[in-house]
């Protein structure tokens, strides 16, 4: 089946008491034995739970993946993820990406005495020269957040599997729609289905997907002992989200590209950071790697702080408000808001500056999102 029948087929079947065609929400947290020595498929909701199955054998479909795994939040995937490693490991990072990730692994994962190295993967030379024995993983995210920089999947895999590194990739702003890291040779992909993949902004969630038998198992032992799973309503609500990804990431990415060009016209816009663009310094990368862009980029206003505030401070349309990949417009200033956990120096390393604005465009109608924007930037 081709992705836009498994976005609304996979992992689905009529449901064998009534037959609804909807997988039903098993909101249960146990599950009635035949007899003592005769288990139900699912026991107890925090190992497996049928709704939550339909989800993870979707998203696994989606990615190109054997195995999928549904978390309460991204962060959650992510802390499930890196609980795989011990004292002693090294871990390279890429150096640019979610701030809540950044906090994740300075915070949190070293003070169990994991190595954490951040490096420029764009810098294959770099990245070459951080491998250690000690190096188990490496993590990237593509594109950025919130800088929209790109790192070549396919280069990075190569490397990885020539040390005996495991790779993976947070795909929150493509979805398996616009890119597929394991195509590439990614042994894991992780998302916050709390964006593109709900559609919504009505639940927050996470997930995981591999195709390495070893992994998977891990994962799946770690999720249940960890008990990071999601609620089987939440996975109701994001399987309902998938059936429509296709035709949402088809608006978002027209919607988005159009905004961008719009902005690159604008006197007073310094830089518009999106890979669709031919002035993106990676253009040709995103074009071999992504099907299409997403509705996620940034751009810096000229000046400062203070114009951008009052950028972001007058929009009507699109909401001043962290998070992305829902039907609305958002808009957010990543320095004081989804950023702000990263180190001043940190950020500014990364290019996050005080004029960076970053924008979640969403599916309304073009012309009332371009009317907002021309309103707000006479305030600037
Ligand atoms: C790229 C990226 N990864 C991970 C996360 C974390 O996901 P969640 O908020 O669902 O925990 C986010 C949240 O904004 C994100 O943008």
């Not at 739970?49 to 696994?60: H, V």
């Not at 590194?165 to 394991?182: E, G, K």
């Not at 669709?276 to 940034?298: C, I, N, V």
């Not at 702080?305 to 929009?315: G, K, M």
């Amino acid at each position: 089946m081709r992705f836009k029948t498994l976005s609304i087929h996979a992992g689905q079947h009529p449901d064998a008491t009534y037959g609804a065609v909807i997988t039903p929400i098993y909101q249960t947290s146990t599950f009635a034995f035949r007899g003592a020595d005769n288990p139900p498929p699912f026991d107890y909701s925090r190992s497996g739970n049928p709704t939550r199955k339909a989800l993870e054998d979707c998203i696994a479909a989606l990615e190109g993946g054997k195995y999928g795994f549904a978390f309460g939040t991204g962060m959650a995937a992510e802390t499930t993820f890196f609980a795989m490693y011990g004292p002693g490991d090294h871990l390279i990072v890429h150096d640019d990406l979610y701030g809540g990730t950044y906090r994740l692994l300075t915070k949190v994962i070293r003070q169990k005495g994991v190595a954490v190295d951040f490096v420029n993967l764009r810098d294959l030379d770099a990245l070459r020269k951080t491998i250690r024995k000690e190096t188990k993983c490496i993590w990237l995210e593509t594109p950025t957040n919130p800088l929209m920089n790109l790192l070549d999947l396919e280069s990075i895999a190569r490397i990885a599997k020539q040390h005996g590194i495991v790779t993976a990739c947070d795909n929150t702003f493509c979805s398996p729609y616009f890119q597929r890291p394991l195509d590439f040779g990614i042994d894991v992909v992780m998302h916050s289905t709390t964006k593109y993949l709900n559609g919504h902004s009505d639940i927050v969630g996470g997930a995981l997907i591999t195709n390495d038998d070893d992994l998977g198992k891990q994962i799946a032992f770690l999720l249940n002992a960890m008990g990071t799973c999601a609620g089987p309503m939440d996975c109701f609500l994001v399987l309902r989200g998938i059936k429509t990804l296709a035709v949402r990431m088809e608006e978002h990415n027209a919607n988005a590209l159009e905004i961008a060009h719009w902005l690159e016209k604008n006197p007073k816009v310094e830089i518009v950071l999106h890979p669709g663009l031919e002035s993106h310094p990676q253009h040709a990368l995103a074009k071999k790697q992504m099907k299409g862009y997403g509705g996620t980029f940034s751009f810096k206003v000229k000046g400062g702080r203070d114009e951008a505030f009052r950028l972001v401070s007058n929009t009507k349309l699109f909401q001043l408000a962290i998070s992305l990949g829902g039907v609305e417009s958002l808009i957010e200033h990543p320095w004081t808001m989804t950023h702000s956990s990263m180190p001043e120096d940190a950020r500014a390393a990364a290019g996050i500056t005080h004029n960076l604005i970053r924008v979640s465009v969403g599916i309304e109608d073009i012309a009332d999102l371009i009317e907002d924007l021309e309103h707000a930037f006479t305030h600037v």
